[in-house]
């Protein structure tokens, strides 16, 4: 009997017709482009961590809910309310899916089993995944430093390799992540799909305000834009957009001291639903040297299923 392929289980278990997940990005995600997601045929992923209310993330998951009858999952970085953040969400507002950035504990697990709960959980580090694996979950995330949001020491496809003889659970990869190609690359290794996080940044449907995309496409088209891994904490790394305020920033030293005040984290990212005349401090994953146009998230999914499929080996599952 011929075993089946990781990304299969995948789809079955979060019922996406696609191997396809848009990362949380904290910042860049809101209703309209998880919506626009998951009507696509990927999983579509609330950040949270950029709301300042409870009430807030509600009224943003019912409008997803208003939007779209497919999956979608909430993510929740660790900080000191994660844990009741996901217990009144999964028993008040009925979310059924997380993805946990980091942390895992024994209270999610439970209402895991009693209210069948799908727990996908990203990881940066072999550490912290030693922390998360003994519990039971149903997608593990590897997040190497590739991409924009909080990364460690380690590539995506270290973590892979390190990481896929601990678990069973499909493994998606997640930084520098951007089309079929990648797709195809991914389940090559016997990986179970990709997320996206950048390329779902700059899409039509994004909270980004479109002065800050057309900046970011306009520089690409010309000359293609790399990111720059920087050390925000001991323990934590942020890519950013290697443009005019990251040089200024870098210069004055002040990237630390933001990321070591939460006011002032709210405040570089409330830049990012602003117009903007100048460039911004703004994160994003190595793939952006990909950007070519600011797309709807259904043209962006037709397209990696469209380049998958022009890429794909007989033996791997066609979508």
Same mark, same amino acid.
């Given at each position: 009997?011929?075993?089946?392929?990781?990304?299969?289980? *995948?789809?079955?278990?979060? @019922?996406?017709?696609?191997?396809?997940?848009?990362?949380?990005?904290?910042?860049?995600?809101?209703?309209?482009?998880?919506?626009?997601?998951?009507?696509?045929?990927?999983?579509?992923?609330?950040?949270?961590?950029?709301?300042?209310?409870?009430?807030?993330?509600?009224?943003?998951?019912?409008?997803?809910?208003?939007?779209?009858?497919?999956?979608?999952?909430?993510?929740?970085?660790?900080?000191?309310?994660?844990?009741?953040?996901?217990?009144? +969400?999964?028993?008040?507002?009925?979310?059924?899916?997380?993805? *946990?950035?980091?942390?895992?504990?024994?209270?999610?697990?439970?209402?895991?089993?009693?209210?069948?709960?799908?727990?996908?959980?990203?990881?940066?580090?072999?550490?912290?995944?030693?922390?998360?694996?003994?519990?039971?979950?149903?997608?593990?995330?590897?997040?190497?430093?590739?991409?924009?949001?909080?990364?460690?020491?380690?590539?995506?496809?270290?973590?892979?390799?390190? *990481?896929?003889?601990?678990?069973?659970?499909?493994?998606?990869?997640?930084?520098?992540?951007?089309?079929?190609?990648?797709?195809?690359?991914?389940?090559?290794?016997?990986?179970?799909?990709?997320?996206?996080?950048?390329?779902?940044?700059?899409?039509?449907?994004?909270?980004?305000?479109?002065?800050?995309?057309?900046?970011? *496409?306009?520089?690409?088209?010309?000359?293609?834009?790399?990111?720059?891994?920087?050390?925000?904490?001991?323990? +934590?790394?942020?890519? $950013?957009?290697?443009?005019?305020?990251?040089?200024?920033?870098?210069?004055?030293?002040?990237?630390?001291?933001? $990321?070591?005040?939460?006011?002032?984290?709210?405040?570089?990212?409330?830049?990012?639903?602003?117009?903007? @005349?100048?460039?911004?401090?703004?994160?994003?994953?190595?793939?952006?040297?990909? +950007?070519?146009?600011?797309?709807?998230?259904? @043209?962006?999914?037709?397209?990696?299923?469209?380049?998958?499929?022009?890429?794909?080996?007989?033996?791997?599952?066609?979508?």
């Amino acid at each position: 009997m011929t075993k089946q392929h990781p990304a299969r289980a *995948l789809c079955e278990r979060l @019922e996406i017709e696609l191997p396809v997940v848009q990362g949380g990005m904290t910042f860049g995600s809101d209703a309209r482009l998880v919506i626009a997601v998951s009507n696509a045929g990927g999983l579509g992923t609330l950040g949270t961590f950029h709301y300042r209310t409870h009430e807030q993330i509600v009224a943003e998951v019912e409008a997803i809910r208003a939007g779209t009858s497919r999956p979608f999952a909430v993510n929740v970085p660790f900080f000191e309310q994660s844990e009741p953040l996901v217990e009144r +969400l999964a028993l008040e507002a009925g979310v059924r899916c997380f993805t *946990l950035g980091g942390w895992y504990s024994a209270r999610v697990a439970e209402l895991r089993e009693q209210l069948g709960l799908t727990i996908l959980v990203s990881v940066n580090a072999p550490t912290v995944a030693r922390m998360v694996l003994d519990r039971p979950l149903d997608v593990l995330i590897v997040q190497g430093n590739e991409s924009g949001g909080a990364n460690g020491a380690f590539t995506t496809r270290q973590l892979f390799e390190l *990481l896929r003889p601990s678990t069973d659970a499909p493994i998606l990869l997640a930084g520098g992540q951007w089309d079929g190609f990648d797709l195809r690359d991914a389940l090559a290794r016997g990986a179970a799909g990709i997320q996206l996080g950048t390329r779902f940044l700059f899409a039509a449907e994004s909270p980004l305000h479109p002065t800050i995309k057309q900046q970011v *496409l306009s520089h690409n088209l010309k000359r293609p834009l790399t990111t720059t891994l920087t050390a925000v904490k001991d323990t +934590l790394n942020m890519r $950013f957009v290697a443009n005019k305020a990251y040089r200024q920033a870098e210069k004055a030293q002040t990237i630390p001291e933001i $990321f070591q005040d939460k006011e002032q984290v709210f405040a570089l990212s409330e830049a990012f639903f602003a117009a903007q @005349e100048k460039p911004v401090l703004l994160y994003a994953g190595t793939g952006l040297y990909k +950007l070519r146009a600011i797309q709807p998230c259904a @043209e962006i999914l037709a397209e990696v299923r469209r380049d998958y499929a022009a890429s794909n080996a007989a033996e791997l599952p066609a979508f």
